[in-house]
């Protein structure tokens, strides 16, 4: 049924677009709707001429923050009541975006960290694949030290190897040989004691499903989708303005 | 290669969501881009509140154009260079918006008859599968009729049987049933003289691809997508801001 009092939802998204895509279908299919009524209003910024946030975090490139403020205003100034972005190596400008507008920021990262807390119990070893921004910003380490759920990560070579594959998926290549070696960079990080991976940058559940991981897998875009649509119908409470640093 | 004179698209969509999801999808794959910055920017109002359209057209439901209206103007405050719409029912109120906005707005009807143009020489029957509210604004039937391809359309009983499978597909059910309900009414077309078939409702093409029908399939929506790359990189001059009634 038609809620009149359901919040209009703000994305900060084109980083990159399929990754953006994939979140809008999963925010599709998390809303149980019938008719298209139903659905949640939706404002998205698909903006893919956002500065390299990799390059940016190794210092080799320009900072997204005036743009992805600029993204995060528009959107207010559009209609969103709050924000959340379809990339997680962004979120290291969280704060930037979080000072710049009015309206709540729903963190992927803090999403999913809630998530893992609930799924396993305090100490249990959890791995990560994520861009190399985001593990030069630390965000999936210190958001799962907070949880006491040790991050498990790839070594640099095997690390090296994610950004390759990476930015293959990006040019649009999610062929057999892509999915083949991100399942096989999640068994690595399962054998190194991994229980559960989380699948954090966005264009990862684009190549990898729960059927290619022999533990848990958790697609932080699914958690955010989930997260976006109970939000949007006040099923939860929207996260405090108060900027949290760096998530 | 980054191209800093492309131009912003605005997309008003959300009617419904899953198509609109399937034109991002298709103007992704268009791209070509090999980096994220490649790609297009989009801004995209995904509103699915707008009043029913094929209920406003029947006169049984208020109209969509005030919403229509709001969300045009919404995206050239935005930054939108020119707007495109992920509906063609909707398009009963092309011309309430091109009044409404300084910026062009492209038309999925009038591309996709220029696609058709293209296709087959005039006098060919065309099939089109189109929303109760598109055939009673006969969007197709004049869009075809200008560029003289008589449209072969679903007689009263099979429209109302094409009726009950869009809900269904904007319910969310893309199964084998309503695939093959859907294929078998784009056949009762080709058995009636289309030589050719216009997925003419952006919800079609969900379900029905080139396989599922013995003559060329036109996806309107991949049309649109091909057409809004084009334009956005300035590869063809964007059509005239005048207003062309109803379409």
Same mark, same amino acid.
């Given at each position: 049924m038609?809620? /009149?009092d359901?919040?209009?939802?703000?994305i900060?998204?084109?980083?990159?677009?399929?990754?953006?895509?994939?979140?809008?279908?999963?925010?599709?299919?998390?809303?149980?709707?019938?008719?298209d009524?139903?659905?949640?209003?939706l *404002?998205?910024d698909?903006?893919?001429?956002?500065?390299?946030r990799?390059e940016?975090?190794?210092?080799?490139g /320009?900072?997204?923050? /005036?743009q992805?403020?600029?993204m995060?205003?528009?959107?207010e &100034? &559009?209609?969103?009541?709050?924000?959340a972005m379809?990339c *997680?190596?962004?979120?290291?400008? &969280?704060?930037?975006i979080?000072?710049?507008?009015?309206? /709540?920021?729903v963190? *992927?990262v803090?999403?999913?960290?809630?998530?893992?807390a609930?799924?396993?119990?305090p100490?249990?070893?959890?791995?990560?694949?994520? !861009?190399?921004g985001?593990?030069?910003a630390?965000l999936?380490?210190? !958001?799962?030290?907070?949880i006491?759920r040790?991050?498990?990560?790839?070594?640099a070579?095997e690390?090296?190897?994610?950004?390759?594959?990476?930015y293959?998926?990006?040019?649009?290549?999610?062929? !057999?040989?892509?999915?083949?070696?991100t399942a096989?960079?999640?068994?690595?990080?399962?054998?190194?004691?991994?229980?559960?991976?989380?699948?954090?940058c966005t264009?990862?559940?684009?190549?990898?499903?729960?059927?290619?991981?022999p533990?848990?897998?958790?697609d932080?875009s699914?958690?955010l989708?989930?997260?976006i649509?109970?939000? &949007?119908r006040?099923?939860?409470?929207l996260?405090?303005?108060?900027?949290?640093?760096?998530?």
């Amino acid at each position: 049924m038609s809620r /009149p009092d359901e919040l209009v939802v703000g994305i900060l998204g084109g980083m990159g677009p399929a990754a953006t895509v994939d979140l809008l279908e999963k925010i599709v299919a998390s809303s149980g709707a019938v008719r298209d009524q139903d659905h949640l209003h939706l *404002i998205v910024d698909c903006n893919p001429k956002v500065p390299n946030r990799n390059e940016a975090l190794d210092g080799t490139g /320009p900072s997204p923050a /005036p743009q992805l403020v600029a993204m995060a205003r528009r959107l207010e &100034a &559009a209609g969103a009541d709050f924000l959340a972005m379809a990339c *997680i190596t962004a979120h290291a400008w &969280a704060a930037e975006i979080r000072a710049a507008v009015g309206i /709540p920021f729903v963190s *992927i990262v803090e999403e999913t960290a809630t998530e893992v807390a609930r799924l396993v119990p305090p100490g249990t070893p959890c791995g990560v694949l994520a !861009a190399q921004g985001a593990r030069r910003a630390r965000l999936w380490e210190r !958001a799962l030290e907070a949880i006491d759920r040790p991050a498990i990560v790839p070594d640099a070579a095997e690390q090296a190897r994610f950004m390759e594959l990476l930015y293959r998926i990006k040019a649009g290549d999610m062929g !057999a040989e892509v999915r083949a070696a991100t399942a096989a960079l999640a068994r690595t990080l399962v054998e190194r004691g991994a229980r559960l991976v989380v699948a954090g940058c966005t264009e990862v559940p684009l190549v990898l499903g729960p059927a290619d991981c022999p533990v848990p897998l958790v697609d932080a875009s699914e958690v955010l989708a989930r997260a976006i649509v109970a939000y &949007a119908r006040r099923e939860r409470p929207l996260p405090a303005r108060a900027a949290r640093s760096g998530s």
